[in-house]
């Protein structure tokens, strides 16, 4: 059974880091894209992060630029959030997702989502 399993959310100051990561299984991997989505509460699931042909060739939201780096272990299976400098405002629920690559990194994309895993970020 193909599936996306994140790990890494919890509570954090404002300023602070989290690594968010995502587990995968299946062949979804080698044919789709990975990347995250972040969705507050009240507000549509929004892309923040992409990796598409490799690590040079990424989507990022104008919100985290600068500030979340995204990678991939395509052996492993995992993907990585990386999240620096972090606000009140990126409080959310955070989904890891396989999807198709390209564009905007928006939810029409996307075929698989994981469960999400909670970010709070405290000021």
């Known amino acids: 059974q193909v599936q996306l399993t994140e790990s890494g959310g919890g509570s954090v100051q404002a300023g602070g880091s989290l690594r968010l990561s995502c587990a995968g299984s299946?062949?979804?991997?080698?044919?789709?894209?990975i990347g995250w989505f972040r969705q507050v509460p009240g507000e549509e699931r929004e892309g923040i992060a992409a990796?598409?042909?490799?690590?040079?060739?990424?989507y990022y939201a104008e919100s985290v630029k600068g500030r979340f780096t995204i990678s991939e272990d395509k052996v492993k299976k995992m993907s990585y959030l990386q999240m620096t400098g972090l606000k009140p405002e990126d409080t959310g629920m955070y989904y890891c997702a396989a999807g198709i690559c390209g564009g905007s990194w928006s939810r029409g994309q996307v075929n698989l989502w994981g469960q999400g895993t909670q970010v709070t970020v405290s000021s």
């Open positions: 990796i598409y042909s490799g690590p040079e060739d990424t």
């Open positions: 299946g062949r979804m991997w080698s044919t789709h894209c």
